[in-house]
Every structure is written in structure tokens, then in C-alpha cells.
């Protein structure tokens, strides 16, 4: 090889963007413009793992999400299916069928739709018998879990009034017997608002505490302030048995938790007896979302990091985020919103990817990888 070919050959090579840490389940079409959201998971009854993101950025419509599925345990992954209508959307099997509920669009109406098939068809959220649970207002919310209590499915979800320190608290339920196509048998509780902590309650996490209370875990958005308020903290509103009723105190309801800022997932593991999240810690005033940490509690209140799961040094174009994950066995495995070389920033992700984070119960700080991109 010539000289010049050697050195035009070695340059090329150099700058070829590295691959995600992880598997690669979708990429963006266009990064500049189209960006990856809204990670969800779930496992069908046959094992195989099912996992869906919307689209968002100036690209798109903000009302369209993708489909994917893995028959190896996610070593490799194929596109399902597409759905028009449907944004910021969670996966769930219930009685041996999949679901996924969400946002007709960005501040949109409530819809779920069913598969029968594993994710390749769906039905259509049409009417208020086939899915369109509510269409009254403006609703917002994330890929958040489905928790099972009282005989109900429990979800949270947000009402858009004016500016985004002003939307409500909602929660949805509905009996677990019950056609969760029919937006009859669904029952949202009164909206809270929260206008004296100017800040922004999204994302919720719905479950049942140590003493078998209902609760919804927020992510509590606060703008940051010079003292370093709003950092780190999360919102908790106490749900009525009957659903309909939240409440918050504010002067022990707002709690310290790591990533609190950001948008998190907590499951109870009924092994350790603890619930468990993965979260984007904020460690300085620079650190976005470049880390991801593995945390848990036993009691909801007190959260303490285990250990850092994927690190990297640049905040600014790489990111974990909206992590959504179940247990598997001995491990977690997870789908992430991720933000990796060429990507427009390090919130419009390029891709989604998938993870397993072996023997999670027993990680330490010892067992934090080193920063990557150093």
C-alpha cells in the first residue's frame, strides 16, 4: 500500500464512531433530527423479550412508536411492528397477552391497544370500546411500570395544564378481570396539583410500601438553584385505597433520592426484600446523564447507591436515560434511551439499546466499570 493510501486509510479508521455499549436494537434514521424515546420492556409467557421507543425531535410527528422482539434473550433483536398514535408508551403482559398504554401523541389522549400475537398486530384504540380510555384533556406521561394490587392494575400519568410546573398528578386503575379496552372500567383519581413546590412532578412510579400503603414516586424536576436545590430529590403522593384520592405532605414527602431529576423505574424485589431502581445520578453541576447507577431501599425513603453500572466521561453527547428494566433470575436487564458518538446531544439519543446486568444483588462500588471515552 502506498504512503498516502496507508495514512488516508488509517485516518478513516480512527474516526468510525465505536458501537454503544450493550446490543444495538434500533439506530435513528437521522440523528440530527429524529431522536429515540421512551424505552419499555416486558417478557412475553414464552420467554421471549418484547421492547418498544418512540420517535421525537423537529423529524417526527411525536406520535409514533416501534415494536421490537428477541427470541435469544436479547442477543439479537427484529422490528415488530409500527403504530401510529402512540407516544410515550409502557409494555405489559396481563392474562397471557401484550399490551401497551400510553399517549395517542405528545399531550394527547389515553390509549392502550392489545396483541395477540407477541407485537406483530395490535388492535386500534378507536373508540372508548376499543382503547381510547380518555380523550377529555391533555395527558402526558412516560414509560412507567403497571402494578397489580387490590385486584387492580394501577399506572400514572400527568394532566397538561399550562406550564410544565403546573401539571397535575393523576392516577389511572382499573380491576384486573375487567376488558382493559373499555374506558368504563377505568378510574382516574382526582388530579393533584403542587404549584407551591415550582416544580415538575412527571413520571411516576405506583407502588406499595413496607406497610402496605399506596404510593406514587415522582420525579421531581426542579429548576436548580444557587443553594444546589433541586438536585437529587423525588416527589411521594399517597394514593386512597379507593384510587381516587392523592395526598402529600409536604414537609416529609419530598425525599432524597439519587437521579431524582430524572426520569427512574423502581421495582420491588420480593428476594432482598428491597425495591430497586436504576438511575441517572447527578454528581456536579456538569453531570447530565452520563452515568448509570444501581440503587436500592427498604423502605421507599432511604436510597442508597449500590454501584455504577455504565460510566462515561462526556456529558454533553452520551447518555443512559429513561432506563426501563425487569428482573430476570440473578440479573436486570434493561433498555436505554442512549446518546453515543454522533448523537445531537446527550438528551436526542441515537439509539436504543439493550443490557444485562448480572448478579445485581450483590454489586458494590468495587464492581463500578471505569469511565469510558477516557
Known amino acids: 500500500m502506498h504512503r498516502l493510501a496507508a495514512v488516508i486509510f488509517l485516518m478513516t479508521v480512527s474516526t468510525v464512531a465505536a458501537d454503544p455499549p450493550g446490543v444495538i436494537i434500533d439506530t435513528s434514521p437521522d440523528p440530527a433530527r429524529v431522536y429515540i424515546g421512551s424505552p419499555s420492556l416486558a417478557v412475553l409467557p414464552d420467554g421471549d423479550y418484547v421492547a418498544s421507543h418512540d420517535f421525537f425531535g423537529p423529524g417526527t410527528g411525536l406520535d409514533k412508536s416501534v415494536v421490537f422482539g428477541s427470541g435469544d434473550r436479547g442477543k439479537t433483536w427484529r422490528k415488530l411492528a409500527e403504530l401510529d398514535g402512540q407516544w410515550w408508551s409502557t409494555l405489559f403482559v396481563h392474562k397471557g397477552y401484550l399490551y401497551i398504554i400510553g399517549t395517542s401523541r405528545a399531550e394527547g389522549s389515553i390509549v392502550i391497544r392489545r396483541s395477540r400475537d ?50 397535575s398528578a393523576l392516577v389511572i386503575s382499573v380491576p384486573l378481570e375487567a376488558d382493559l379496552l373499555k374506558a368504563d372500567n377505568w378510574l382516574l383519581s382526582e388530579p393533584l396539583q403542587h404549584l407551591w413546590s415550582a416544580s415538575q412532578w412527571i413520571e411516576g412510579n405506583v407502588l406499595i410500601t413496607p406497610d402496605g400503603k399506596l404510593v406514587n414516586i415522582l420525579r421531581s424536576n426542579l429548576k436548580p438553584a444557587k443553594s444546589g436545590q433541586g438536585t437529587n430529590r423525588a416527589a411521594i403522593v399517597n394514593i386512597s385505597d379507593d384510587g381516587r384520592k392523592l395526598t402529600h405532605e409536604r414537609d416529609k414527602d419530598s425525599i432524597d433520592f439519587p437521579g431524582g431529576e430524572y426520569k427512574f423505574t423502581i421495582r420491588f424485589d420480593p428476594k432482598t426484600k428491597r425495591y430497586w431502581s436504576l438511575v441517572n445520578q447527578r454528581l456536579d453541576s456538569n453531570t447530565q446523564r452520563n452515568i448509570l447507577a444501581l440503587s436500592s431501599s427498604a423502605d421507599l425513603r432511604n436510597w442508597k447507591v449500590e454501584s455504577f453500572l455504565l460510566r462515561h466521561a462526556d456529558s454533553q453527547n452520551h447518555a443512559w436515560q429513561y432506563v426501563d428494566w425487569l428482573f430476570d433470575g440473578d440479573d436486570i436487564i434493561a433498555v436505554s434511551r442512549t446518546a453515543w458518538d454522533g448523537s445531537h446531544n446527550f438528551h436526542d439519543a441515537n439509539f436504543m439499546t439493550f443490557h444485562r446486568f448480572k448478579n445485581f444483588r450483590t454489586m458494590t462500588m468495587a464492581d463500578s466499570p471505569p469511565y469510558l471515552g477516557r
Open 118 to 167: 407477541g407485537g406483530k398486530a395490535w388492535t386500534a384504540p378507536k373508540d372508548k370500546s376499543s382503547g381510547l380510555l380518555r380523550d377529555d384533556a391533555k395527558y402526558h406521561c412516560a414509560p412507567v411500570p403497571l402494578l397489580r394490587y387490590n385486584d387492580r392494575l394501577w399506572r400514572a400519568f400527568e394532566l397538561v395544564e399550562g406550564g410544565r410546573e403546573r401539571w
